[in-house]
C-alpha cells in the first residue's frame, strides 16, 4: 500500500474548474504498481469512480463526465491531479485519490478525502 | 457500465449476529469483485477482493463467496466496530462501478 493525500480548494465557483492534486508516498507514480485514481461521494450518498492515470500517461474515464474531466501525473513531484471543468452544484463531493493495484485491480490504497463544495 | 445493484440498502443487527450483505451485477463479472467498509468521516477500507479473498488484516468473521453475477458479504459474530457501511465494487471493466452501499446499524 501508499500514503496518499489530496490538497486543493475546498470551495469552488460554479462553471469554474475544480483542481485536486493527489502526493504520494511509499512509491513512485511513474512505475506501473497503480492505476492513479480519483474517486467522489457526494453528501450522503454512494462512491462514484472519476477515472484513472496510469505511469504511461493513458487514461480511463467515467462516462459521464468525460467532457469535462481530466486526470494527469507529474512525475517530478510523485504526484497527480484532478481537473474537472465547469462544475455546478451537483459536483459538491468528498473526492478521494486512490490507487487500484495494477495486479488485483483494487483499491488498496485511499487518501482521507477532501469535501469540495460548489457555491458562488 | 456494469450495474451494481446491493441488497438491504440498511438493516439493523445486534452484536454477535450473522450479517449477509448481497450484490448484483447487471452481468457476470467473473469473481471481479471487491467488498469496501465505510465508517463516518472515513474513507473506505478493503476487506475482500477477488469475490472471496481477505485483505491482510481484516478479521476471518468476514467473508466473501459468490460466482457469476452474484455475490455475498458474510459477517460473522458482528462485533461493535462492525457497524459501517458496505460497499461491493466491481473491476471487471471500467468504468469500475459500486454498489449503492448497505449500512449496517445496531438494532
Redesign the interface.
Known amino acids: 500500500q501508499v500514503q496518499l493525500q489530496e490538497s486543493g480548494p475546498g470551495l469552488v465557483k460554479p462553471s469554474e474548474t475544480l483542481s485536486l492534486t493527489c502526493t504520494v508516498s511509499g512509491d513512485s507514480v511513474s512505475r506501473g504498481s497503480y492505476f492513479w ?1 480519483w474517486i467522489r461521494q457526494s453528501p450522503g450518498k ?4 472519476i ?1 484513472y492515470v496510469y505511469y504511461t500517461g493513458s487514461t ?4 459521464s463526465l468525460k467532457s469535462r474531466v481530466t486526470i494527469s501525473l507529474d512525475t517530478s513531484k510523485n504526484q497527480f491531479s484532478l481537473k474537472l471543468r465547469s462544475v455546478t452544484a451537483a459536483d459538491t463531493a468528498v473526492y ?1 485519490c ?1 490507487g ?1 493495484t495494477s495486479v ?5 490504497s ?4 477532501t469535501l469540495v463544495t460548489v457555491s458562488s | 457500465d456494469i450495474q451494481m445493484t446491493q441488497s438491504p440498502s440498511s438493516l439493523s443487527a445486534s452484536l454477535g449476529d450473522r450479517v449477509t450483505i448481497t450484490c448484483r451485477a447487471s452481468q457476470v463479472i467473473s469473481n471481479s469483485l471487491a467488498w469496501y467498509q465505510q465508517k463516518p468521516g472515513k474513507a473506505p477500507t478493503l476487506l475482500i477482493y477477488e469475490a472471496s479473498r481477505l485483505e491482510s488484516g481484516v478479521p476471518s468473521r468476514f467473508t466473501g463467496s459468490g460466482s457469476g453475477a452474484d455475490y455475498t458479504l458474510t459477517i460473522n459474530s458482528l462485533q461493535p466496530e462492525d457497524f459501517a457501511t458496505y460497499y461491493c465494487q466491481q473491476f471487471y471493466s471500467t468504468p469500475r462501478t459500486f454498489g449503492q452501499g448497505t449500512k449496517v446499524e445496531v438494532k
Not at chain 1, 480511463?60 to 462516462?63: I, Q, R, T
Open positions: 485514481s454512494g462512491l462514484d469512480w477515472g480511463s474515464y467515467a462516462p478521494y486512490a487500484e488485483t485491480t483494487i483499491f488498496d485511499w487518501g482521507r478525502g
